[in-house]
């Protein structure tokens, strides 16, 4: 330590000296008359130097000048390296920080680390005497609550749209610490009429007017403050980039709420827990439900790692991002063999220069530094412009806008997280592309006439890796191809092509009864209808692949008395819906004004099979739960839908109709069968709905387009796979490519010769793809074998029918891989065919 | 670092004769050779390119330090000088070779 310290301190003068001392002891050696050394003053010089530097550091530096020179004299190497590197580091930042940003990124609130969820028993929200109640038990530093799938209707003052609100209790903003962007969150002590509205609806209808603080919106037919603007890089608590528009205070004694609390400074989970469940105990006996309060109780923290400890959903992402990883890491390292290849062709080309150093005495160590410096300059440049590639790429992901129902803004940034992501894959394609080409170099130096066949053979191999590399992610691509295919395929069970989707969110005035929402929904009905060019319309409580209603309940069948435990989908509908989404009707009849005064369903066929018990389904009774005496009558079986995903597994489900429910929402879908195309439709529903209440919010969409949803998981996986498959192709076949080239260059003579004592075209054509045939097939064999065994795990991102082991998958990225192969060996066997006998020989 | 060809017993001398010679006060490179050389009754040499990387490594090491200064001859001359941890190395390193003498002497005469 004193050592370095003094050689920064010192270094300088001491550079100076070394000669004017060795001079003057020369002249005095002369001066005295004896002694003159005969020792080589540079020689001692070189010495002292050597004493005085930070070797290691300098040597590096100088290496990698050198380098730089080196490499400045092959560009089509740099650029290869650059290129395939790039892409590499590209491809994994980018999903890096995907991961990151939907896994770990932190909510916008003060100190989230000390945020938990909480959820009574089971519950995802509760009624807001829950919150009071454990606000006042003083367990935890504050409760808040929100209800954040509200949708508002926002009038412009021409136009009604919904809008994507949360209702939150008003200690919100203070006690979470939200940072606001302009005026402020909402207080204690505002009245219920304020709101805070979210960047980018503010961007989107106040042009990112700071003034519109202060203003008043039209929100549900009340006249809200706007008291701030949100940042622009907002998080929500929920996450996954979930960016609703407008956060108000909760004005309806409904409103269940979500609930957030604080914990206490030094609590831990396990201490909230218990105290949660002694409070949910006093909670069973002051606000009687019939369940217990404490029971399935769920503490989650909302940030972080500790989040993916709680949540299992969240594990599942985390598993899909891991495996992305490992599959663009895996592209990565064909990328790195590519270049390590390339590297290998240079070392041979250094063998002499290295033979001298080895001869002027330079040691291993410092010549394996030395020829890792190459690697080094370019794995540094290829991660920056991998970093740059997947800033570019985050940027184009975060203005994509998600075919889904919600809004979803991802916010990727770079961060520290990213830069050490990006350091460590520069260190690790550092040594997977320098180390074997190094060594190599160096062993072939030392020997050099003894390797040359074995060195030919190295990079087959490298090849041959790279090939079976390129096979394993090209079946994952492949899998997930298919995957989307089939899901497309698949189909939902109902007409997406001729029909169009009316999503109604109705204003809380004036719709409160049951007759004044039904007389809505039949005005709507009967005049989209009436519409030129739609044949029929209906209205639907849910919409399939866009949210649905789950019963869990006991039936009891009063013919027999038997109780049977059943699990369905429910929807409520109008008598046309079935002929509008074009569900055939397999037994029976639709609802009709007949079963007015009694209580009807439609199951569907699924349901049939799984709970009748093999009774005739058409008149069965049967009452719904336990308790409920009401009889409830099929009249009709219709045939099964997909209600969540194009991939599930038929579901049981019962469809009441509409008029008979208890209807306690205030939205509503209409659905209609176009003849024309149903493109055409949309501005004529808009109209209607706006003539008949221009007061309520509606979305109007092809339902084609608004189910997009369903298609999402395995739409994002097929791409992502897919084009990391695609690269990893790409890169093998310039590996290959690149290896063939330089095996024709050096078997100039030899094919010359071949030649010359009478081999035709075809036999040099049959001598290089033989050549290039046989790497290539033991690496799709090596690599179809590991790919049987990893995408085993796959299994559970697959629709039914598709299995990893199908054979055709592997069948076809076989041949893909070996065209791709044989393609790449096109040119270099071009180039051999031109090979002139004559001056072929002549060479060297 | 240096890869220093001497045997280590060289070294490891020639340090204790520099630290020893520069007991007698500051002095530069040629001067501490010729004391060596004149106590030695001429037995010993140090030559320069053994001389200088053995001063610059007990400089860096902080057992003597330099500073310029005139010579006898009135020429700028880097004089070394013997540290507060050079005294202590060289009392180490006396004691060594004291050890060290002592047992091949008996050695040789037994």
Redesign the interface.
């Known amino acids: 330590m ?2 370095f310290l ?2 920064l301190r010192r270094r300088r003068a ?1 550079y100076q ?2 000669e ?3 001079a ?6 002369a ?2 008359d004896n ?1 003159i ?1 005969l ?2 003053t540079a ?2 010089a070189e ?2 130097y ?3 530097r930070f ?1 290691f550091l300098e040597n590096l530096w100088r290496d990698l000048v050198y380098a730089a020179r080196g490499l400045r004299r092959s560009p089509l190497l740099v650029l290869a390296a650059l290129v395939s590197l790039g892409l590499g580091v590209g491809v994994n930042a980018t999903m890096f920080s995907l991961g990151m940003e939907l896994l770990f990124s932190q909510p916008s609130v003060r100190d989230a680390g000390s945020v938990v969820a909480i959820r009574f028993s089971g519950n995802s929200h509760s009624p807001h005497q829950v919150l009071e109640f454990l606000a006042s038990s003083g367990l935890l530093a504050d409760v808040v609550g929100e209800n954040e799938e509200v949708i508002s209707n926002y009038n412009d003052g021409t136009e009604t749209r919904p809008v994507f609100s949360v209702f939150t209790t008003k200690n919100y903003f203070t006690a979470l610490g939200i940072p606001v962007l302009y005026g402020r969150g909402i207080a204690p002590d505002d009245p219920d009429e304020v709101a805070v509205l979210s960047y980018s609806f503010w961007r989107q209808h106040f042009g990112g007017d700071p003034s519109v603080v202060g203003r008043t919106l039209n929100l549900d037919g009340r006249m809200c403050t706007v008291v701030g603007i949100l940042p622009e890089h907002h998080r929500t608590l929920i996450g996954f980039g979930y960016s609703p528009e407008i956060y108000m205070p909760r004005y309806l004694d409904s409103t269940i709420l979500a609930i957030y609390g604080r914990l206490k400074p030094g609590m831990s989970i396990p201490a909230v827990r218990a105290g949660l469940i002694a409070v949910g105990k006093r909670m069973d006996q002051a606000l009687p439900v019939d369940y217990k309060y404490e029971e399935g109780l769920q503490v989650s923290p909302v940030a972080g790692y500790a989040r993916l400890k709680y949540e299992s959903d969240t594990l599942a992402i985390a598993v899909f991002f891991a495996l992305l990883l490992a599959v663009t890491g895996l592209v990565l390292l064909i990328a790195c063999v590519n270049v390590a290849s390339l590297l290998l062709a240079r070392a041979s080309e250094r063998r002499r220069e290295i033979a001298i150093r080895i001869a002027i005495g330079a040691s291993r160590g410092r010549l394996l530094q030395q020829l890792l410096a190459d690697s080094l300059l370019l794995s540094l440049a290829g991660a920056c412009a991998g970093l740059a590639l997947a800033e570019i790429s985050a940027q184009m992901l975060a203005r994509i806008h998600l075919p889904v129902p919600i809004p979803i803004r991802l916010q990727i940034s770079p961060d520290w997280r990213l830069a050490i992501y990006g350091a460590f894959l520069a260190v690790l394609s550092m040594l997977a592309c320098g180390l074997l080409p190094a060594w190599q170099a160096m062993k072939e130096s030392i020997a050099h006439n003894l390797h040359r066949e074995k060195k030919m053979r190295l990079r087959r191999a490298l090849v041959a890796v790279e090939v079976a590399i390129s096979v394993v992610v090209l079946t994952m691509g492949f899998l997930f191809l298919r995957n989307l295919m089939h899901a497309s395929a698949l189909s939902p069970g109902f007409d997406v092509v001729h029909t169009i989707r009316a999503n109604v969110n109705l204003p809380p005035s004036g719709y409160t009864t049951n007759v004044q929402k039904y007389a809505y929904f039949d005005r709507v009905v009967s005049s989209l209808a009436a519409l030129p060019g739609v044949e029929s319309a209906a209205a639907a409580r849910v919409m399939p692949f866009n949210g649905g209603t789950h019963f869990m309940v006991d039936l009891t069948f009063p013919d027999n008395g038997q109780k049977q435990g059943a699990r369905f989908d429910w929807n409520a509908v109008t008598p046309g819906f079935f002929q509008t989404m074009s569900i055939p009707m397999l037994q029976g009849r639709t609802f009709a004004a007949v079963d007015r005064g009694e209580h009807v369903v439609v199951v569907n066929s699924e349901f049939v099979r799984q709970y009748l018990g093999g009774r005739q389904p058409l008149g069965t009774v049967f009452l719904w739960g336990r308790y409920d005496k009401t009889p409830y009558r099929i009249v009709g079986v219709a045939a099964v839908t997909k209600t969540m995903t194009i991939g599930e597994e038929p579901k049981p489900q019962i469809y009441e109709p509409l008029d008979q429910i208890d209807n306690d929402r205030r939205e509503i879908e209409f659905v209609m069968r176009s003849a024309i195309p149903p493109g055409l439709q949309l501005e004529p529903v808009r109209r209607v709905l706006h003539r008949i209440e221009p007061m309520a919010g509606a979305e109007v969409h092809t339902m084609y387009s608004s189910i997009g949803l369903a298609f999402l998981p395995s739409q994002v996986g097929a791409l992502l796979m897919g084009s990391t498959g695609v690269l990893g192709l790409l890169l093998a076949s310039i590996g290959l490519y690149g290896v063939m080239a330089f095996s024709v260059a050096r078997r100039t003579r030899e094919i010359g010769v071949r030649v010359a004592i009478g081999a035709g075209r075809a036999d040099v054509v049959r001598l290089l793809l033989g050549d290039s045939a046989r790497v290539t097939l033991a690496g799709i064999a090596a690599g179809l074998l590991t790919a049987l065994l990893v995408t085993k795990p796959l299994a559970m991102f697959l629709v039914p029918g598709l299995t990893p082991g199908d054979p055709l998958n592997f069948l076809v990225v076989a041949v893909a891989m070996f065209a791709t192969a044989l393609a790449a060996t096109g040119n270099p066997i071009l180039r051999a065919l031109k090979i002139d006998p004559a001056s072929a020989l002549r060479e060297d | ?2 890869k220093a060809a001497q045997p280590a017993l060289l070294q490891g001398t020639l340090d204790l004769l520099i630290l020893h010679a520069l007991q007698r006060g500051a002095m ?3 001067a501490i ?2 004391t060596i050389h004149l106590l030695s009754e001429e037995v010993l ?1 140090v ?3 053994s001389l ?2 053995a001063l ?2 007990l400089e ?3 057992a003597i330090s330099a500073k ?1 200064g005139l ?1 006898e ?1 009135n ?4 004089f070394y000088q013997i540290t507060k941890h050079g005294q202590k190395l060289l009392a180490d390193q006396e004691a060594t070779w004291e050890r060290l003498s002592t047992a091949v002497s008996r050695v040789l005469a037994g």
Do not use: T
């Open positions: 004193f050592r003094q050689k001491m000296s070394i004017d001392e060795l003057f002891h020369r002249e005095m050696a001066s005295h002694l050394p020792g080589n020689v001692i010495h002292g050597a004493l005085w070797n | 670092m240096g530069h490179g040629y050779a010729q040499k030559e320069e390119g200088y990387p610059w490594r860096l090491d902080g310029s010579s001859n020429r700028k001359a880097k």
